[in-house]
């Protein structure tokens, strides 16, 4: 965060500048008209001299328009390349989280950051900050001025002000506190509906809607409540501002008129004219120091952000090359939080076997492929890959080897292709349509009338239909380890059949590791893998080759 600060601290130089100098002008102004006020009538050359002081007020209001519309556009232009920086340092960072910080946050909160908190961030840069180094300078030269005019009225406008003010940090206090209440009501409304909104299903088969009406109904009647109290004080707090303030101005004319006659109506005028004025940039004052906190917790959770480790540069490390395929794992133990997941993993891979993990649900088998391709890091053991230490050589050089189908296909809302090729211009259209054609789904493709060029979208698509995109798209990646979590669980029996002879095919040239319950892949494997308890429980070598 400070570094973007600094890269824009001339700006900040030059907006407070004018800052200040808009503040002087708007302070100075009021003078001419006290000059003119207390113009001594009798003098020879009153034309003259009205004629300067006009001259002089319209100069200062022009300059003062003018250096006012250019502060506006600097600070504007300012704030609005601090949040875009902001932004995109925001977006960068997500995208560069580790696997395991992913897990730390969910969707939405990130969603959340990146608009809502960056937005609040933008408040506490150009309204916060802004208003309150603009106001404070501008009240302090006002009372400043005050004093220079007359130092009895000022210590009377002054006491006026303060008064004035502490009622008004009463109500904005009171305001803030039922606004964070709404808010918080707002946050459970939509965290009700959008739980009841997502599960339609469940309400409609069961019956719920009569009492999601009712929570409904209750949530809106409290927020209604708050509201209606909002709108009181609200209302009430400027009446109380303007009574508090016009017995400010009684006792200074009072003083004025009864108690030291001598002071000038150019003075009276000038100390009016400042409390009046002081109000609005008070007010505007509290509003943005309760504002403050909101800011700062925003900044906070953006700073937590900024500061999560990032993964690791993919191509740091030794390159290694042509990593064939021939693995070892040696008592490697994995977790994600405090308990291990993966306990004393040990095991042999020779290249070009289709080796198979097995075991019951949540055994550890979909965490162990992850670990293969570095997606999470080990907590100890080795894993190594033609005698390479996976952990010492670089990212880049240890994916480029392998392609994988995780459990959940993941589809971009883009055209078929892309969401095929991902990006890799070497693949060709044929290549994709022979795959295609093999196992025997153009049924299933027939439906996109532009072919390839169909925009997909993963909310359209069966879970099977899903399954076959993410086994082409792994299929046409060539490489020397192929890596797939039950790519089959959702596809048809005789479509599974044909993946599976093509599995059977690759397997030929490369390393296949598959992820799988049925009976015909654990049969086809050359080893078999079987997790307990997040651990090794037997290892069923079937042919050969593969025999360690
Ligand atoms: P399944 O057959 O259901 O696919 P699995 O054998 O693939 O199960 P994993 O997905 O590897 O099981 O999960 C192993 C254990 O680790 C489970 O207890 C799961 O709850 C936990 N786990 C998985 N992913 C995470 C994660 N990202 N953060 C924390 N715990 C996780
Ligand atoms: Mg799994």
Same mark, same amino acid.
């Given at each position: 965060m400070k570094d973007v600060i600094k890269s824009h601290i001339g700006s900040f130089i030059v907006t407070a500048v004018l800052v200040f100098t808009c503040n002087l002008l708007s302070v100075i102004h009021p003078f001419i008209v006290k000059e003119a006020v207390d113009i001594d009538f009798k003098a020879n050359n009153i034309e003259q001299i009205l004629i300067q002081l006009f001259l002089a007020y319209l100069f200062i209001h022009i300059i003062l328009a003018i250096m006012k519309n250019i502060r506006n556009i600097k600070v504007n232009k300012l704030m609005a390349r601090i949040l875009s920086d902001i932004r995109e340092k925001l977006f960068c960072k997500v995208l560069k989280f580790k696997m395991k910080t992913y897990n730390k946050y969910n969707s939405s909160e990130i969603y959340t950051r990146l608009t809502l908190d960056a937005d609040n961030l933008f408040q506490l840069f150009f309204g916060t900050i802004q208003i309150l180094v603009n106001n404070v300078i501008y009240i302090a030269l006002m009372v400043l001025m005050m004093f220079f005019a007359d130092i009895n009225l000022a210590l009377i406008g002054c006491i006026a002000i303060i008064v004035v003010a502490f009622s008004s940090f009463k109500f904005t206090r009171k305001l803030k506190f039922l606004d964070n209440k709404l808010l918080e009501k707002r946050d459970e409304e939509n965290k009700e509906f959008s739980e009841m909104y997502n599960k339609n299903k469940l309400t409609y088969l069961y019956k719920m809607q009569k009492n999601n009406i009712k929570t409904t109904s209750k949530l809106f009647d409290e927020e209604l409540k708050i509201r209606k109290r909002y709108i009181f004080v609200h209302h009430f707090m400027y009446p109380v501002a303007l009574i508090l303030e016009a017995l400010g101005i009684y006792a200074i004319l009072y003083y004025a008129l009864n108690i030291d006659t001598n002071i000038s109506l150019g003075s009276i005028y000038l100390v009016l004219f400042y409390v009046k004025e002081c109000r609005n940039p008070l007010s505007e004052m509290f509003d943005q120091l309760e504002e403050m906190q909101t800011c700062l917790n925003s900044l906070r959770r953006i700073n937590a952000i900024l500061n999560e480790e990032d993964d690791e540069d993919i191509y740091v490390g030794e390159d290694a090359e042509n990593l064939n395929g021939d693995i070892e794992f040696k008592n490697v133990y994995m977790n994600y939080g405090k308990e291990p997941v993966l306990k004393d993993i040990s095991f042999v891979i020779k290249k070009g076997s289709k080796v198979t993990i097995a075991g019951?649900?949540?055994?550890?088998?979909?965490?162990?492929?992850?670990?293969?391709?570095?997606?999470?890091?080990?907590?100890?053991?080795?894993?190594?890959?033609?005698?390479?230490?996976?952990?010492?050589?670089?990212?880049?050089?240890?994916?480029?080897?392998?392609?994988?189908?995780?459990?959940?296909?993941?589809?971009?809302?883009?055209?078929? @292709?892309?969401?095929?090729?991902?990006?890799?211009?070497? +693949?060709? !259209? %044929?290549?994709?349509? =022979? *795959?295609?054609?093999?196992? &025997?789904?153009?049924?299933?493709?027939?439906?996109?009338?532009?072919?390839?060029?169909?925009?997909?979208?993963?909310?359209?698509?069966?879970?099977?239909?899903?399954?076959?995109?993410?086994?082409? @798209?792994?299929?046409?990646?060539?490489?020397?380890?192929? +890596?797939? !979590? %039950?790519?089959?669980? =959702? *596809?048809?029996?005789?479509? &599974?059949?044909?993946?599976?002879?093509?599995?059977?095919?690759?397997?030929?040239?490369?390393?296949?590791?598959?992820?799988?319950?049925?009976?015909?892949?654990?049969?086809?494997?050359?080893?078999?893998?079987?997790?307990?308890?997040?651990?090794?429980?037997? +290892?069923?070598?079937?042919?050969?080759?593969?025999?360690?």
């Open positions: 019951r649900t949540g055994v550890g088998k979909s965490t162990l492929t992850n670990i293969f391709m570095r997606l999470y890091d080990i907590q100890s053991g080795e894993i190594l890959m033609n005698g390479y230490d996976i952990s010492k050589i670089s990212i880049k050089s240890l994916r480029d080897n392998i392609s994988y189908i995780s459990q959940n296909p993941y589809i971009f809302e883009d055209t078929l @292709r892309n969401n095929i090729t991902l990006g890799d211009n070497n +693949i060709s !259209d %044929e290549q994709i349509l =022979n *795959i295609i054609e093999y196992i &025997e789904v153009k049924d299933i493709f027939s439906r996109f009338i532009n072919g390839l060029d169909d925009i997909i979208r993963g909310t359209e698509l069966s879970y099977g239909e899903l399954q076959v995109i993410s086994f082409i @798209r792994a299929i046409v990646h060539k490489a020397n380890i192929y +890596i797939f !979590d %039950e790519p089959t669980s =959702n *596809i048809d029996l005789k479509t &599974e059949r044909l993946i599976q002879n093509l599995i059977d095919k690759i397997s030929k040239r490369s390393t296949v590791i598959i992820v799988a319950h049925r009976k015909s892949t654990l049969e086809s494997s050359d080893k078999i893998i079987y997790l307990k308890d997040g651990q090794v429980d037997m +290892i069923v070598n079937k042919k050969a080759e593969a025999l360690i």
